[in-house]
């Protein structure tokens, strides 16, 4: 599997993991059986350096992640967790004696490694946890409570996240499981991703000083950079899903026999799969810059605007899609095991990533912060004319320019804050789908039709000029604004001439 190129390393494993089709998978925990073909196919592999016997590859930790969750969107959740949340860090942070024990029963077992960060009563507040860690001779003694771990009652190793009980300073420390300690006290029935198992877990157990791993950002930095991983990767659960969503939604509305003909012959049916294809370009374009612009290799701080945009943009359109292609099933859309459409849990595993890895509000709060505060440095005082300076969000430039953005930098409260965040994400978004539609894609699998991008271009021109309007309804709820008269009304028409805006 080292050996191979990258190519037949892929191939292959896309080619290997039909049984593991979400129709077909039990709606349970994995099996470790199933978890060992999945290892023998290579899963971890690109998450573990070439010194260490993996095949150290950023592409190719994305590809695995985007081909499994095209197959079975909870396993590329899985995948994704287990490489780029628990393996990355070790890979990053660990301590040389650390990641010969790591890597080397990843290589061999059917092993999973995962993130204990949220508490009961700190998830969105990191800050607020009450898991500490103290020095006790050769070891770290770290006790606490952890809820919603992904794993719980599985995983054998854990990086989790402690705070100093009386400095201000956050340690991030390898546990393996049997060493004792680590305990679910209580499984958690989740809606959706089942082949993960979800509960609440006591900590009371000691680490030996070199599983601490080396962190050394103030407050929260560390834990915003291995996130930014994490959030990122949605772009490659997106684009794996929205393919999947999307050539189901068409398979299904071509083959549902409607009067003398199909739904495919209803104009708002085909506009309908037409939007789960258009979230799919976009999702697309997302993964692409993911792939092709960042590197799990390297450290993420500075890319801390693309993943928080990323993360915000491809689990929202995530959600929209699996509404509407289960809408498009009708009545056996919301039957689970339906034999003709995999909605139902399409719907239920799509339904909470906007709400985990840092709730989107949350995030978008956090994208808006970033941004204004660059705004005001720049001393520029038209928003517009920032965009078009601003790194990530330049290429949208030209598509803005009849969309009124001037008062949305104007001190805005913080509900404004947040809807200012998710219009960035998709102003980041018609970015990324410019930048792509002047790329050839990286393989056919992630070809789309140059027509595409003007109308994935459009649909996002059309939620921004709502969710400007949105910004000002907030404002009149809130009272900030005069209550009478209407709405600003849209003054722009959203066109998707492929000529306009295209450079
Ligand atoms: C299926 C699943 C898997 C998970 N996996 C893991 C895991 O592997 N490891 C781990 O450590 N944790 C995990 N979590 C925990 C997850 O990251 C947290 O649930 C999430 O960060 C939100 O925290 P909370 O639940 O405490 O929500 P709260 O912080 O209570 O937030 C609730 C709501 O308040 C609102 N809100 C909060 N802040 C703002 C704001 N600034 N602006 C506007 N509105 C706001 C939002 O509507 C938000 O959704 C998982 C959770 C789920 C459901």
New binding site residues.
């Given amino acids: 599997m080292v050996d191979l190129d990258s190519t037949e390393f892929l191939d292959n494993f896309r080619r290997s993991i039909e049984e593991f089709d979400s129709s077909r998978l039990p709606q349970e925990p994995l099996s470790r059986e199933s978890l060992r073909k999945l290892v023998d196919l290579g899963i971890y592999l690109p998450a573990i350096p070439r010194e260490y016997g993996g095949r150290e590859s950023h592409r190719e930790m994305c590809e695995v992640i985007e081909i499994m969750s095209e197959r079975n969107l909870p396993l590329g959740m899985y995948t994704m967790?287990v490489t780029v949340?628990f393996l990355r860090n070790v890979a990053s942070s660990g301590d040389d004696a650390l990641k010969e024990e790591v890597f080397d029963d990843f290589l061999h077992n059917p092993v999973i490694g995962?993130?204990?960060?949220?508490e009961p009563s700190?998830?969105?507040?990191l800050a607020r946890m009450q898991t500490t860690y103290h020095d006790d001779g050769d070891t770290y003694r770290i006790t606490g409570t952890?809820h919603?771990?992904?794993?719980s009652e599985q995983a054998d190793w854990w990086i989790i996240c402690a705070k100093h009980p009386e400095r201000k300073e956050f340690g991030y420390f390898a546990h393996k499981r049997s060493d004792g300690g680590f305990v679910t006290t209580e499984v958690y029935d989740?809606l959706g991703?089942k082949n993960?198992g979800?509960g609440l877990n006591t900590l009371d157990l000691r680490v030996p000083r070199h599983y601490r791993l080396t962190k050394s950002r103030e407050s929260l930095g560390d834990a915003a950079e291995i996130l930014c991983g994490s959030r990122f990767s949605k772009a490659a659960m997106a684009s794996g899903f929205l393919r999947r969503l999307s050539t189901e939604s068409l398979r299904h509305v071509n083959s549902r026999k409607i009067g003398d003909g199909t739904l495919h012959d209803i104009d708002y049916v085909r506009y309908k799969v037409s939007r789960i294809q258009q979230n799919y370009v976009v999702c697309n374009a997302l993964y692409r810059q993911l792939m092709l612009a960042e590197d799990y290799y390297t450290d993420l701080e500075n890319s801390m605007f693309a993943s928080l945009a990323t993360k915000v943009l491809a689990s929202e359109f995530m959600l929209e899609s699996a509404i509407d292609y289960q809408q498009l099933c009708g009545g056996e859309g919301y039957r689970t095991g339906a034999p003709d459409n995999i909605a139902a849990y399409a719907l239920l595993d799509a339904r909470?990533y906007t709400?985990?890895?840092?709730?989107n509000?949350?995030l978008?709060?956090h994208l808006a912060t970033l941004f204004l505060r660059q705004f005001q440095q720049s001393g520029l005082r038209s928003p517009l004319e920032f965009i078009g300076r601003f790194g990530y969000l330049e290429d949208a430039f030209f598509h803005l320019t009849d969309i009124n953005l001037s008062h949305i930098a104007d001190a805005p409260s913080?509900e404004k804050i947040?809807i200012l965040g998710r219009i960035l994400s998709r102003i980041y978004g018609i970015s990324t789908l410019q930048k792509a539609s002047r790329s050839t894609a990286p393989s056919t699998r992630l070809a789309v039709d140059d027509a595409d991008y003007p109308k994935a271009i459009a649909v996002l021109k059309n939620e921004i000029i709502g969710l400007v309007n949105e910004y000002e309804l907030a404002g009149r709820l809130a009272g900030t604004q005069t209550p009478s008269g209407p709405l600003r009304p849209h003054t722009t028409t959203v066109t998707f001439d492929s000529k306009v805006g295209m450079r």
């Fill in positions: 967790i949340l995962g993130l204990a960060f949220t700190s998830g969105s507040n952890k919603w771990q992904a794993f989740s991703l993960l979800y909470v709400i985990f890895d840092g709730t509000d949350l978008c709060q913080q947040v």
